[in-house]
T-cell receptor
């Protein structure tokens, strides 16, 4: 019944690996956000997407509006990338629905 | 510091007590949001202000919860007669109406533990 589904829920990778986190949603959206949450709880907004692809450093986010799907890729992963990554969709009217997050651990 | 500030970072309270949290948004942001996050879950929307007007409230926001933003700047979230189920991280975020490029800025949250 969740409007936003993320996979995988947990992910462990070796340093240097290419990582993909997926997000599927079932509602009409005005934008999709990828967020990063560290163990202390603070949340950082990584990307806001309404179409196409965005890149920031080693992070790449893509969205396919027709398929209602987005992916977050991390290239050359590093232990400092270890965090929970949350997909959030903004619906018209300005409310957000959040995924439950993907917990990423990158092992040196 | 130009980010979103939340105070306190941690709060431990006894069941039945009232607690109040504060959020100071980025000064140019006219929209302010409160979310609640329980362990293992994504944040859940509680309420949202545009300037001083509270425009939307989730039904999660029971009558024990009240939020204000009296001058359109900082906001407070009060929980009366706290219950153990209120234990969660309370997150605040702000944005500027019409800012379609930078999305939201989140605070670090206030972690509430009700014992």
């Amino acid at each position: 019944k969740n409007e936003v589904e993320q996979s995988p829920q947990n992910l462990t990778a070796q340093e240097g690996e290419f990582i993909t986190i997926n997000c599927s949603y079932s509602v009409g959206i005005s934008a999709l956000h990828w967020l990063q949450q560290h163990p202390g709880g603070g949340i950082v907004s990584l990307f806001m997407l309404s179409s196409g692809k965005k890149k920031h450093g080693r992070l790449i986010a893509t969205i396919n509006i027709q398929e209602k799907h987005s992916s977050l890729h991390i290239t050359a992963s590093h232990p400092r990338d270890s965090a929970v990554y949350i997909c959030a969709v903004r619906i018209p009217g300005n409310q957000f629905y959040f995924g439950t997050g993907t917990s990423l651990t990158v092992i040196p | 510091d130009t980010g979103v500030s939340q105070d306190p970072r941690h709060k431990i309270t006894k069941r039945g007590q009232n607690v109040t949290f504060r959020c100071d948004p980025i000064s140019e942001h006219n929209r302010l949001y409160w979310y609640r996050q329980t362990l293992g879950q994504g944040p859940e929307f509680l309420t949202y202000f545009q300037n001083e007007a509270q425009l939307e409230k989730s039904r999660l926001l029971s009558d024990r919860f009240s939020a204000e933003r009296p001058k359109g700047s900082f906001s407070t979230l009060e929980i009366q007669r706290t219950e153990q189920g209120d234990s969660a991280m309370y997150l605040c975020a702000s944005s500027h109406e019409g800012d379609v490029y930078y999305g939201y800025t989140f605070g670090s949250g206030t972690r509430l533990t009700v014992v």
